[in-house]
């Protein structure tokens, strides 16, 4: 993998744990009845490429999963994560 791979590689992943954490300090902020993270922090955070570290903590703290108080976390993320895995397999495919 040359370098420019490597980099863009390593931002998925930093992406992705950033989304995770942020994830996750919204639910303890909810068990505490504090100031949240906003769900369009949390929803750009997974749309611009942070879809795996939202499924994943979704699933982890069962957090937002509740798809009638939150359709668009139901919908949205895995939305963005099949736009993100079509991009990947294109740009993998094309270069």
Do not use: Y
């Not at 068990?31 to 906003?38: L, T």
């Amino acid at each position: 993998m040359e370098a420019n791979g490597i980099l863009v590689a390593l931002c998925a992943v930093g992406l992705n744990l950033l989304t995770f954490f942020a994830f996750a300090l919204d639910k303890g902020l909810a068990k505490r009845r504090s100031r949240r993270v906003s769900e369009a922090a949390l929803l750009t955070l997974s749309g611009i490429g942070g879809s795996i570290g939202a499924m994943l903590a979704m699933r982890m703290f069962h957090h937002k999963t509740d798809a009638k108080a939150h359709p668009a976390f139901d919908w949205g993320i895995p939305a963005a994560f099949l736009a993100q895995l079509t991009l990947v397999l294109w740009l993998t495919w094309e270069l």
